[in-house]
């Protein structure tokens, strides 16, 4: 028996890409790897709604830093479909720091540093579902 595993998976085009103009490369970069992209929108957010966004990382060193990044200019928030698309982007968009990130990855390719990494991905089908929530629940 053929099983599919079609998920949804949320990904986020950070500042630091919208800014370089890097957002039609880098979807480009999810359709080559098969992934459908249901929906998508260019939004700026405020300081509180990325807080919110990130509040798994609200005891880290690192979280005002990264909220107030993360609504500093323009993102580009898509909903991505696919067989395994959880893991599948997390392949295809590498190392969280992009000195780690392999070849061939978004993150190799145009991440500047830890912060400025130019991609966000859900992490787990279960989270995908809460960021997929957050941006498009209407
Ligand atoms: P992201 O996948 O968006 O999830 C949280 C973000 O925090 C991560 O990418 C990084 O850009 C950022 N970040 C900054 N410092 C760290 C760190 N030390 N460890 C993990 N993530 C970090």
């Known amino acids: 028996m053929i099983m599919s595993n079609t998920e949804q998976t949320l990904s986020i085009i950070k500042p630091d890409a919208v800014e370089r103009s890097l957002d ?3 979807k480009e970069m999810f359709k080559n ?3 459908l992209i249901v929906k998508e929108k ?3 957010i405020e300081k509180s709604e990325a807080e919110k966004f990130y509040k798994v990382h609200e ?3 690192f979280y005002n830093d990264l909220c107030a990044y993360l609504s ?3 993102i580009v928030v898509m909903i991505l479909e696919r067989e395994n698309a959880v893991s599948g982007n997390r392949d295809l968009m590498g190392a969280t720091n992009p000195n780690d990130a392999e ?3 978004i993150r190799k ?5 830890i912060d400025k990494n130019s991609v966000h991905g859900s992490d787990s089908v279960e989270n ?3 960021e997929i929530d957050f941006f498009f629940k209407d």
């Open 128 to 130: 995908a579902k809460i």
């Open 33 to 35: 790897k098969g992934f």
């Open 72 to 74: 500093s200019g323009p």
């Open 42 to 44: 260019k939004i700026q």
């Open 103 to 105: 070849e061939g990855t």
């Open 59 to 61: 005891t880290k060193p």
């Open 24 to 26: 039609n490369e880098i």
């Open 109 to 113: 390719k145009y991440g500047i540093s």
